[in-house]
């Protein structure tokens, strides 16, 4: 760690590895944490005890270093610089473990039945609210552990996420005035698109919805999910005038297309209806796959190396390891749990030197 390591305010943010990243995960939160790597100390989760919340069986966990190393490759072709970040393996860091359980105690189960991502989620993994597992109403608690456990001050998530980020506020503030002053009351940081709908118009581009562009597609599959993109369904013909609002074509163009004056004209000749949908979605399909080039540049680079990414995963975890057990002292300490285990250890200690004193 270098010097200026030292002043710099920690990030932390992550993503579960249960598939490739998209354009939805890239706008949201992928895009703020390459800017922000530099002139913060960047730590991302790979997030498989989270995966466990909707995924836990035999299969599910099968897959998950598969997963892990192509959600890696995605950080990294999308510009994640590895020697400036910190990218770790949840599970492999014990001391998440216990961090959560102590953060239970300090969260109500009426706080957390409110937030309605949860009962999502559940929905989205066909669960009904009464099947919904204790640990999945915890998803919020488990990433307060993740947040705090590094003590980071800012946290760059997408909207979805941004009333759990609420929650890992509410713990450390609790936390600091039951037991003194721990942890940074951590900031939010949205994207500026903060949720990006679905190729579908449906208003998420989400894995489980099967309406994403993947940052690993190639131009061919690219071009071919544009053009299939839901745009303005009244507009049967081009001489039809066409909606911009809640279009996810112009949506993308906004957010990926670099050439204002272009995405300007298109918009006012689809409102003219003088503009035909496959000109709007050529012009679509070429700037995305402008701004994927670099991405498929790195991939190719990092994947002609292999055994790599293992490489900055474990020296990460390995990285991660010492701050969290840094972090749990303190913890501990504050809470005054490791007082009671150090006295009755002191008491034992003194006891066996009186009978070996004895003994003899
Ligand atoms: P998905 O929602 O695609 O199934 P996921 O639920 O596995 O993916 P999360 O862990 O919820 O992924 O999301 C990782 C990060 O990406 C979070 O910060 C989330 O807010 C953000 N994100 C996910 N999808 C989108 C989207 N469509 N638009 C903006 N941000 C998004
Ligand atoms: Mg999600």
């Not at 932390?12 to 703020?32: A, C, E, F, I």
Request: with cysteine.
């Amino acid at each position: 760690m270098n010097e200026s390591a030292v002043e710099r305010k920690r990030i932390l943010t992550g993503d579960r590895p249960t598939g490739r990243l998209h354009l939805g995960h890239y706008v949201g939160s992928l895009k703020n944490r390459v800017a922000l790597q530099q002139s913060h100390e960047t730590i991302l989760i790979v997030a498989d005890l989270h995966m466990l919340t909707t995924k836990p069986t035999r299969e599910d966990i099968n897959q998950i270093s598969d997963n892990v190393r192509g959600l890696v490759l995605d950080y990294l072709a999308a510009g994640i610089d590895p020697q400036q970040v910190t990218i770790y393996l949840q599970s492999a860091v014990f001391e998440t473990y216990e961090l959560n359980l102590l953060f239970e105690m300090l969260v109500t189960v009426n706080r957390l039945a409110r937030i309605p991502s949860l009962k999502d989620m559940a929905r989205a993994a066909n669960m009904s609210d009464e099947e919904m597992p204790f640990g999945l109403l915890g998803y919020p608690v488990l990433q307060a552990a993740d947040i705090l456990l590094p003590r980071a001050h800012l946290v760059p998530v997408g909207k979805d996420n941004e009333s759990h980020v609420e929650v890992t506020r509410e713990i450390a503030r609790r936390f600091n005035s039951l037991y003194g002053e721990v942890f940074p009351i951590p900031d939010v940081l949205v994207g500026e698109v903060p949720t990006l709908v679905g190729t579908d118009g449906r208003d998420k581009m989400s894995k489980s919805l099967g309406n994403c562009i993947f940052l690993s597609d190639d131009a061919a599959t690219v071009t071919k999910k544009v053009r299939g993109m839901y745009t303005d369904p009244n507009r049967v013909r081009a001489d039809i005038p066409g909606t911009i609002e809640g279009n996810p074509v112009f949506a993308y163009h906004d957010a990926f297309n670099p050439r204002g004056d272009e995405v300007a004209d298109l918009k006012q000749r689809y409102r003219a209806g003088t503009v035909g949908d496959v000109e709007v979605k050529d012009k679509l399909a070429h700037a995305l796959n402008e701004f994927l080039e670099p991405l498929r540049a790195r991939y190719a680079r990092y994947q002609a190396e292999p055994g790599l990414v293992d490489e900055i995963i474990v020296q990460g975890t390995q990285r991660m390891r010492e701050t969290a057990r840094a972090t749990m002292k303190l913890v501990r300490t504050a809470m005054g749990l490791a007082g009671t285990w150090n006295r009755l250890t002191r008491a034992a200690e003194r006891r066996q030197k009186k009978t070996t004193e004895v003994i003899p």
